[in-house]
């Protein structure tokens, strides 16, 4: 079977999706076989898990000789935030107040600059004009979590408030965010796994998709619908535009993993081993 997706990607799912309701611990060997249902050898998933190690993500344990995997706190934070955007149904509603994020890195500093702008772009931040950020959303702890894990206290200033300048809100969201694309890929998507769906609820009902079959659909239904975390910036509903699909295409998201989820869990836990280490 060809690989499908990045190791290391394929592995943040499983965890984000599965291994994070069991504690975050997973023997190495669980992990290797859940894998291998989409291409992914021993070899690339050792040396994936062991990157996500050096990074910060996870830590490992040894219990005789295997070794587990749980995730760090930095790891479960997260995923904490990845779930609760993925499986949001609709738009949060706005308090009107606007969060920015203005920053001034030396140069010597240019690494850390651009880890920063991965981060906020990961969160929802925009880019409104040369190194300040604004997002409509109350992400003030996450930009405490990035100013203390990247000890930049002395680069970073950050306030909110409400919008006085001559253009609308709406115009500001036009200036820092390409929502025409977004909606464009929600389209895409719902397209796609319209169909999908249809035919998976069909055979499940008649017994004719097996538990493995169901784990596999089931990942990577997430696996490409957590990629909107990297583009949606989960704007309120009063500053998107009316014919949005992201809503849409989280109903069809709901609706689809939940005819997979029941047997789906049944193969993982088939697999599954945390070695009772509680961490």
Known sequence: MAKLFNTRSMIFTLYGDYVSQYGNVIWIGSLIRLLEEFGHNEQSVRAAISRMNKQGWVKSQKNGNRSYYFLTERGKARMDEAAQ?????????????????????????????????????????GLLSNSCWITPNPLEQQVKDLIKKYDIDAYVNFFHGTYEGTKENKDLVEQCWDLEAVNERYSQFIQAYSQKYIIDKSKIEKGEMNDGNCFVQRTLLVHQYRKFLFIDPSLPKELLPNNWLGDSAASLFTDYYQILKEPATRFFESVFDSGDINV
């Open 85 to 125: 955007r993925i499986y949001q149904i609709e738009a949060p509603s706005w308090d009107g107040q606007w969060r920015l994020l203005l920053y001034t890195i030396p140069e010597e500093k240019r690494h850390l600059r651009d880890e920063l702008r991965q981060e906020l772009v990961w969160s929802g931040f």
